[in-house]
């Protein structure tokens, strides 16, 4: 089992910065996924950014440019540097897992990012 905590949502102004941190613990395949999601109100979950094991990327077209997701394979853990914030980016924002040996999928409980002035 994987569990995934994560931290550093809150409040930001329009075109401020947050930081989100995602650190994973259990059994961990090194070959894996990881990545962010995020979900407003009455709207789906969609993806935000995802980097693999070995470090390519992929983003949403609505963040290129203002965010980075990055890795640290040493800690388990998966970072989105979060700039030039709108408040189209408010929204809950899942961790994800996605496990290439096992084919399972883990998310984090959540954390609400929220964009106002």
């Known amino acids: 089992q994987v569990h995934l905590v994560e931290s550093g949502g809150g409040l930001a102004q329009p075109g401020g910065s947050l930081r989100l941190s995602c650190a994973a613990s259990g059994s961990i395949s090194s070959i894996n996924t990881m990545g962010w999601y995020r979900q407003a109100p009455g709207k789906q979950r969609d993806l935000v950014a995802t980097?693999?094991?070995?470090?390519?990327?992929n983003y949403a077209d609505s963040v290129k440019g203002r965010f980075t997701i990055s890795r640290d394979n040493t800690k388990n853990t998966v970072y989105l540097q979060m700039n030039s914030l709108k408040s189209g980016d408010t929204a809950v924002y899942y961790c994800y897992l996605g496990s290439r040996w096992t084919l399972h999928d883990y998310w984090g409980q959540g954390t609400q990012v929220t964009v106002s002035s």
């Open positions: 980097i693999t094991n070995d470090d390519t990327t």
